[in-house]
Structures are given as C-alpha cells and as structure tokens.
C-alpha cells in the first residue's frame, strides 16, 4: 500500500469529512455527485453528502458509499476501461466483488491494492485481485458454487445503447455445440480440482441473445443434458427474454430439473431507443404474460431491472403493475455509463445520489410484506449490501 495512503475506518472518515464540510457554506445541491458539479475541490463535500444521505434515508453508510462507488465509478491509472476487484471495505468484515467503469471525474480511486477517495487520499478499504475486467465465458459466485455461463459470446452481442461493448472480449469460442460444453466442463473440473459437478447450487445462462427462440431453448436442453451427464442437480436460471411461447416453457417444465427464470426486462420507458429489437419487442404486457407461464409450469421466475434508465414514477407504475407475478427478489442493477455519451441514457436526476436511494426505498415499500429479499452473491451492482427495510443482509457476499 502506497505509504502517502491513510487508513481509517468508514464512520471515522464520514464524521471527520462531515466536520470540514459542515463549515462549508455550499448548498446541498452543489454537493451532489455529477460530473458538472463535482469538482475534484469538492470530494470531501461528497463524503459529507454521503453520511447526510444515510442519515436521511436511515440506511447504513456503508451502503451509500457501495451505491455511490456503483454509480460513480473510479478513477484510476491503471492501463483498464473497465476494472474488478474485491473491495474489503474499512470497518466491516464483508467482501464485495466489484465491476466498475473508468470514470476520471469520479471521487474515487483505485490503484492496484487500495480503493481511495481521491481528494486527499484517504484510503477506505483494500481492493483485491484488481484486474481488467474482461468478458469472460464464465465467471463463479456464491463461492464457487454459482457458474455463471455466456457460453453465446455475449461479446458479439450488439444493440443496447447501454452495453459495454469495448470490454475485452474472452468469450469469442461459443459453447454451443456438445462437444465444445464437454471440453469446457472438463477443463472446468481440472482448475476446480472436482471430479464432478455435484457441488454446484446453480448454473446462470448470462450470455448474448440467441439468433431465435428455437435456438434459446435449444441451448438451455443441451447445457441442462450434458451437465446432467456430470451430476449437475442443482438450479438451472435462463437470464434473458427469449422464450416467449407456451411451448418452450412447457418444454422448461418437461425437461429441466430445477428451472429458473430471470426475464431480462431492464426499463420501461424508452424501450425502443435503449434496447436492441430482440429486447425492445418484449412489452409490459407480454413480460407479464411470459411470467405468469413460467408460474404456471412451476418455473421460479423474476426480472431484471436497470436502477437509473427510468423516472421514479415510471419505476413505481412498472413494479406495481408487475406485483404478483414473481416469486423471487428481481435482479435490480445500478446503471453504469462505460462511456461518456451513455450518462446521457440516464433518467434526469439519476446523476444524483439521490435518485438511488429514493428508488431504494420504493423498491423496499413496493416488496413489503413479500417474502423475498436481495441475495447480495447474485448482484454487484445492487441498492443493498448491508440491510434490506431496516433487517441485515446475512448472505454470503462473493
Ligand atoms: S442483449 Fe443487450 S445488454 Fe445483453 S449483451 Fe446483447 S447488447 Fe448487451
């Protein structure tokens, strides 16, 4: 760690950056964490922000700065548009695996093994295994016992205004034949040093979209049969939103063990400016109808969501009108603009902190009652990390 470094634990930081903000005679606007009005000056202002929003919101500072470094991204001189690491934050014992874009206006910095705010270097926990982050064919959570899979190259996989598609593609062999999913679950079980794959919870179809929806349901029997041949029993989870008739669902029903469903929905305004056609062409109406089918053929099933494309309201009326028909809690991403000209895809106002955790506690008014909470190892970019509606998150992080 670079000895220039301070370290100190997260409450010590926001209460000694509140004191120097409070003299301050700068209006809560001026402090908000956008690009126009953040300059680097101002960063410790952003530390008292954050610790006036926890208090505001009663929700803990340690998911307000997770949330903001989510939402921020970092800064760093590292040669890599996209980084990941685990971030140990300072006075917690938790982990978070994180993905964030380059940003050189944000407040935070990362070097090779320490995350820091950069306005005076103030370290505020130890980022580990830092690296390129790449699109990789697969990748593990839940340690190691969830195998997330883009065996479709999601690398070649074009047409959302939002998706990263400058990031290093490692995924250019498909793992759509047979043969080449045997090969890749070998090689899989030697680095793992298993002999099988008995010990995994789930395996999450998290690839590019299929030619059609032949060729989606296609893929899901062929990974759900060779698996099965390695003594895979546990959960397959297709994330996506190409199976739209009764007759592929029937055919999940009929030939997939423990099957689940994350529908890919991702906003609910401007469909046909953010989304590519496959996408865009799923309506509100039809995500209902695809979710309902996935209830009636005993499917587990929820959406996937980006926190940041939509108003508010539009948030509140697509949720409300989606209440009933899932039964696990969505998949609720934090937008990350990769490049400059995608912060403009933001919703006005979801430059804001702000905006967040507003949605945060929508989301948690929405949910109330519901038997569902936030499982921190499915998402790194989430609105929770430490508690979910005033209850702490115990689950494995990584
Ligand atoms: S469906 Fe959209 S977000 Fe997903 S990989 Fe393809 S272009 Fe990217």
């Not at 960063?43 to 470094?69: G, M, T, W, Y």
């Not at 883009?150 to 043969?179: E, I, V």
């Not at 991702?266 to 209902?288: H, M, P, Q, W, Y």
């Not at 089918?293 to 969501?305: E, F, K, M, P, Q």
Request: proline content about 4%.
């Amino acid at each position: 760690m670079n000895a220039a470094i301070k370290t100190v634990k997260l409450p010590q930081l926001l209460e000694k950056s509140a004191k120097g903000a409070l003299r301050s005679t700068k209006t809560e606007d001026s402090f908000s964490p956008t690009e126009a009005n953040l300059p680097k000056k101002s960063h410790e202002s952003f530390i008292c922000e954050l610790k006036n929003l926890a208090k505001k919101f009663r929700v803990p500072q340690e998911d307000v700065i997770l949330i903001a470094i989510n939402s921020n991204g970092a800064n760093t001189d590292l040669p890599h548009d996209r980084i990941r690491f685990k971030l140990a934050l300072n006075g917690t014992d938790k982990t978070f695996y994180l993905g964030l874009p380059k940003k050189p206006t944000s407040p935070f910095y990362i070097s090779a093994n320490e995350i820091a705010l950069s306005v005076d270097g103030t370290n505020i926990g130890t980022a580990l295994e830092v690296e390129n982050d790449t699109c990789d064919a697969i990748y593990l959570r839940r340690g190691r016992t969830v195998l997330n899979l883009n065996s479709n190259s999601r690398s070649r996989c074009k047409g959302c205004a939002f998706c990263f598609d400058s990031q290093t593609p490692l995924d250019n062999k498909r793992l759509t034949a047979h043969d080449a999913m045997e090969e890749f679950i070998e090689t899989f079980l030697k680095k793992e040093a298993k002999s099988d794959l008995a010990h995994l919870y789930q395996v999450a179809l998290v690839t590019g979209c299929f030619g059609s929806e032949e060729a989606t349901l296609r893929h899901i029997l062929l990974v759900q049969d060779v698996f099965t041949k390695y003594k895979f029993r546990g959960e397959l989870l297709y994330f996506g939103s190409q199976l739209r008739s009764k007759d592929s669902f029937k055919k999940i029903k009929d030939n997939i063990q423990n099957p689940a469903l994350v529908l890919s929905i991702e906003c609910f305004d401007r469909r046909n400016v953010l989304l590519n056609k496959l996408k865009s062409s799923l309506t509100l109406d039809g995500a209902i109808n695809l979710l309902s089918l996935a209830a009636d053929n005993g499917i587990s099933a929820t959406v996937s969501y980006i926190v940041g494309l939509d108003s508010h309201v539009s948030i509140k009326a697509g949720f409300e009108k989606l209440d009933g028909y899932f039964d696990r809690f969505p998949i609720l991403n934090i937008f990350q603009p990769h490049k400059s000209d995608q912060e403009l895809l933001r919703v006005p106002g979801a430059e804001r902190l702000e905006y967040y955790l507003i949605a945060r506690a929508i989301f948690e008014e929405l949910f109330a009652g519901k038997q569902i909470k936030p499982r921190t190892w499915e998402n790194y970019r989430s609105l929770w990390y430490f508690e979910y509606a005033g209850e702490n998150l115990n689950e494995q992080t990584i």
